[in-house]
């Protein structure tokens, strides 16, 4: 009789003819909630993501995507090395890495157009071409709109400061900015900003949000940037939750690793650092980004990755087989990134100058397939072979492993609608 509608669907039509809306305006709307149903945001495979961002543009020869047949000038100086994932070979500096290879995707066919430091950069962290007009946000604040906010802890955190302008909010409210460690927790002494309250006060509540906006002016944003009072009171409610949850506090004590996990990691700027985050994730952060070293080698590219790399290497596969130990790593998505590749010849001060043609990038966990090569570069490792991977749509499968969808629309300034991500399609071949 009503035709797969329910009767109480049936009574909430005549309800609201009695309130002014007609039928076709009833249907109307409960497409409209189904719409913006569709756009919510729910976790996805990944509650959260370590993204470990190499400034300066690492090189995809002497990392990723070695060339050990090509002519010396395109092979470089290095040789490579068999992984645990069979005829997978990688630079003979990532000697750990090699033995988690089957839980990462190496994606040896990213490229984009962009050879300048800032806005290879900037396609990096937003998953947008630079724009005169608008600055948009990171993934890590794009993520912290899209979530609430969990056990106190801030969403998106850098390690050790925000690195970049590009690392930021964009058009989103400054209450999506990142909270910055605001040291390196590798140095001695080290401590996190602004997480004690002084003191010896003698009206506690204007105290707390005066310490409380202090601390956000020091390591989220300039106070002038709040976009109203609102959002200089959601800076308030994250850092004084921050400062007053012990669990929060906790989240950030290094101490409380044991000496042979501390050592497992690396006593060092890369160990401390990863170790760092996987602390933070499991205690609700969901979006950390982490740098390390400087990977601009134009002269003598040798030296330079045999000094930066063995840290970061010992550290990362730690960090995989941590979290894999822990039962993490299913939930926890981690990208290794950097600005663009480098040349496909060694250059005259035996290095290799920029080159976004073709790089490689690295995932693991989140619902990611471990164990597989996505893409190819050519045989000099100058262009993409095959499934090139545009930002875009690299962007868009993060977003979906996370249970954002990519395509959503956020306002900018002047009630201007932005896609969090234009254009980016889900590569379904990454996951599992």
Known sequence: MFSGQSRRSFLHVGFCGGVGLSLAQYFQLKS??????????????????????????????????????????????????QTNVPGVFINERWVQTAQVTDKLAICRSMTHGEAAHERGTHNMFTGYRPSPALQYPSM??????????????????????QPNEFAGTGYLSSSF????????????????????????????????RR????????????????????????????????????????????????????????????????????????AGARFVTLTYGGWDMHDNIAAG??????????????????????????????????EFGRTPKINGTSGRDHWP????????????????????????????????LNVEDWATTIYHCLGIVADKELMAPGDRP?????GGKVRSELLV
């Not at 840290?311 to 990134?337: H, K, N, S, W």
């Open 140 to 161: 890590g604040s794009v993520v912290s709109h899209e979530f609430g906010p969990k056990n106190n802890i801030p969403q998106y955190i850098c390690i050790p400061s």
């Open 32 to 81: 409209a909630q189904a719409d913006i149903k569709q756009y919510e945001s729910k976790e996805g495979s990944a509650k959260s993501v370590i993204f470990i961002f190499l400034p300066g543009g690492m090189a995809h020869q002497e990392s990723f995507d070695p060339k050990p047949y090509a002519p010396i000038e395109y092979r470089g100086p290095m040789s490579s090395i």
């Open 305 to 338: 990755m045999n000094g930066q790399v063995p840290p970061l290497d010992q550290a990362f596969a730690q960090l995989i087989r941590d979290l894999e130990a822990r039962g993490r790593l299913q939930d926890t998505m981690v990208c290794i990134a950097s």
């Open 177 to 208: 900015a990142p909270f910055s460690l605001g040291s390196d927790p590798a140095a001695g002494g080290f401590s996190v900003q602004d997480l004690q309250l002084p003191g010896g006060v003698t009206d506690e509540r204007f105290t707390r």
């Open 418 to 422: 932005i896609e969090i991500v234009d």
């Open 211 to 282: 310490r409380a906006l202090d601390a956000v002016n020091e390591y989220f944003v300039s106070k002038e940037k709040a976009d109203s009072l609102d959002a200089v009171d959601t800076f308030y409610q994250r850092a004084y939750g921050l400062i007053s949850s012990p669990q929060a506090r906790e989240a950030f004590d290094l101490s409380k690793e044991t000496d042979a996990m501390r050592d497992a990691y690396g006593r060092n700027t890369a160990g401390a650092r990863m170790l760092m985050a996987r602390r933070l994730i499991e």
């Open 357 to 388: 043609k073709v790089f490689s990038v690295v995932m693991a966990g989140g619902g990611i397939k471990g164990g597989q090569v996505y893409g190819t570069s050519n045989s000099t490792a100058s262009e993409p072979e095959d499934n090139p």
